[in-house]
C-alpha cells in the first residue's frame, strides 16, 4: 500500500464541542491516506467532512471508521465501490449520501442514525438495489419492497438530511421540507428520533 500526503499546511477552520470531546475541523485533504488494491483508507483520521474526496474511479473499499463524520456531503458517486465503512461516526442523517452502482455492503453501526427504525430502508433508497449487506445483516426482501413505496420526493428529501418517517407524506408536503432543506431553514416536517 502506498501512502499519500495530502498535507496543504492549511490551517484548520475552527474548533468545535461535541459532546466532552473537542474536535478540530478535518477534511480529506488535511490527512494523510493509504491507497492500494482498490482500498481508500481514512479510518481514525479525525475527519469531520469528506471535502476534498473527489473522485476515485478506482476505490472498490472505502474505510471511513472512527472519525467524527456528521454528513456524507461531498461524496461523490464511486463507480466501483462495492464496500463503505462509516462505523462508529457522528452521522445523525444520511445527508449527502448519493447513489452507489456497485455498493453491496455498508456498515453504518456506532452512528446515531443506525438506531432509526427506518435505516435500513433509508440506505437502501438512497444507495440503489446493488446493496446486499448493512451492517453485516443481509436485506430481506421485504425491505426492498418497503423502499421502493417512497416516492422520489422522499429519496430527495433523505439526500437532503431529512429522516424518514412511517406516515407517508403528500407530494405538497415533501416540496415543503425540499424547500426547506434547501433552504436551511426549519420546519415542523423535519423529524427527530
Request: glycine share 6%; charged share 25%; aromatic share 6%.
Amino acid at each position: 500500500m502506498e501512502q499519500q500526503s495530502n498535507d496543504d499546511s492549511s490551517e484548520f477552520k475552527y474548533s468545535t464541542k461535541k459532546g466532552k470531546k473537542k474536535v478540530v475541523e478535518k477534511t480529506v485533504r488535511e490527512v494523510d491516506s493509504i491507497v492500494g488494491l482498490g482500498a481508500l483508507v481514512l479510518s481514525s483520521k479525525g475527519l469531520t467532512s469528506l471535502e476534498g474526496l473527489g473522485a476515485r474511479p478506482n476505490v472498490t473499499k472505502l474505510y471511513l471508521q472512527n472519525n467524527y463524520l456528521t454528513s456524507l456531503e461531498y461524496l461523490g458517486v464511486l463507480p466501483n465501490l462495492c464496500e463503505l465503512h462509516l462505523q462508529n461516526n457522528w452521522l445523525s442523517s444520511l445527508k449527502g449520501l448519493q447513489p452507489q452502482p456497485k455498493l453491496e455492503f455498508i456498515n453504518i453501526e456506532g452512528n446515531p442514525i443506525s438506531k432509526h427504525p427506518l435505516c435500513r430502508i433509508m440506505l437502501l433508497m438512497l444507495v440503489g438495489n446493488a446493496l446486499r449487506k448493512i451492517d453485516g445483516e443481509n436485506l430481506s426482501q421485504i425491505e426492498r419492497v418497503h423502499s421502493a413505496r417512497y416516492p422520489p420526493k422522499a429519496k430527495e428529501a433523505v439526500r437532503l438530511g431529512w429522516i424518514l418517517e412511517y406516515k407517508r407524506k403528500t407530494d405538497a408536503e415533501y416540496d415543503e421540507i425540499i424547500s426547506s432543506l434547501k433552504g436551511n431553514t426549519p420546519t415542523d416536517y423535519i423529524s427527530q428520533f
